[in-house]
């Protein structure tokens, strides 16, 4: 009994597979992250290091909303050293760390929702250099501790971290849960620090400084190893010795054919 063929698809399901292309979502994050940062540049963030939160609004609210506005400004590549001094001059160093260190994981869980969905499928596949294809092993195998060590180290761009961690197969809660612990340290120097902007010569303002100089030296020295020791896994694997010599009478079998032949002819 014959089958009846299927229908072709009509222009609605090409069109509905065309705008779920992997292609087509990673355009679509792309056009969100433009979008995204020129709202930030638009409204500049920045203005609360000097005009401070509207005062109408009760501690714990204005917190909260600051972190909701922190994880937003993080996922259009606004820096968070930034965004940690205005939470220390805005709320003080101990509700400023709460409410920065909420806004981290805030920020990172939509950064990398975004990318995961958006940008994972359509990125994936361009991994193909040795390097990368390195970084993305130690990040798939080793995820809370890879994310553990990005966070702890200064000089790494947070939302491009984000992005990198999506297109990866770092499982949710390790990623989440690294980056709650692991920025923890330096949020709270930056916000001790902005909460004793007004007296640069205060101890406490020269220990936190210190602290973040130091973090940074000792992040570009990490920084500096895990660079050697990704490039040290992408190279080619060397042989693990000499090659055998290759025995005289197999060299001189494959090259004298018509002999042997005519030693067996001679036999027979």
């Known amino acids: 009994m014959p089958v009846p063929a299927s229908p072709p698809d009509g222009p609605p399901t090409r069109l509905a597979r065309s705008l779920l292309s992997p292609w087509s979502r990673f355009a679509l994050l792309l056009v969100l992250l ?13 203005r609360l290091l000097v005009h401070g939160w509207p005062p109408q609004l009760p501690t714990g609210a204005a917190a909260a909303l600051f972190g909701a506005v922190y994880g937003l400004c993080t996922t259009a590549f606004v820096p968070r050293p930034v965004l940690n001094l205005a939470a220390g001059a805005v709320f003080g160093a101990s509700l400023g760390t709460l409410a920065a260190t909420a806004g981290t994981v805030l920020g990172a869980g939509l950064a990398f929702g975004l990318g995961r969905v958006l940008g994972q499928d359509a990125l994936r596949p361009l991994l193909r250099a040795r390097v990368l294809a390195a970084a ?8 809370f501790r890879s994310m553990l060590v990005i966070r702890l180290l200064p000089g ?9 961690a999506a297109v990866s197969r770092t499982s949710w809660h390790a990623f989440l849960a690294a980056t709650a612990l692991g920025s ?31 973090s940074a ?15 040290a ?36």
């Open 34 to 46: 433009g979008a995204a940062a020129t709202a930030m540049l638009l409204y500049e963030p920045q």
């Open 136 to 143: 993305d092993r130690m990040l798939s195998r080793h995820g």
């Open 156 to 164: 790494v761009p947070f939302a491009a971290s984000n992005y990198g």
């Open 184 to 214: 923890v340290p330096n949020t709270a120097a930056y916000t001790v620090a902005g909460s004793r902007a007004a007296t640069p010569t205060s101890p406490v303002f020269l220990a936190a400084s210190g602290f973040i100089a130091l």
């Open 217 to 231: 030296v000792a992040g570009a020295l990490v920084a500096w190893r895990k660079r050697g020791q990704l490039r």
């Open 233 to 268: 896994r992408a190279a080619p694997p060397a042989p693990h010795g000499p090659l055998a010599p290759e025995p005289a009478g197999a060299r001189t079998a494959a090259v004298g054919d018509p002999p042997l032949a005519g030693a067996v002819t001679h036999r027979l």
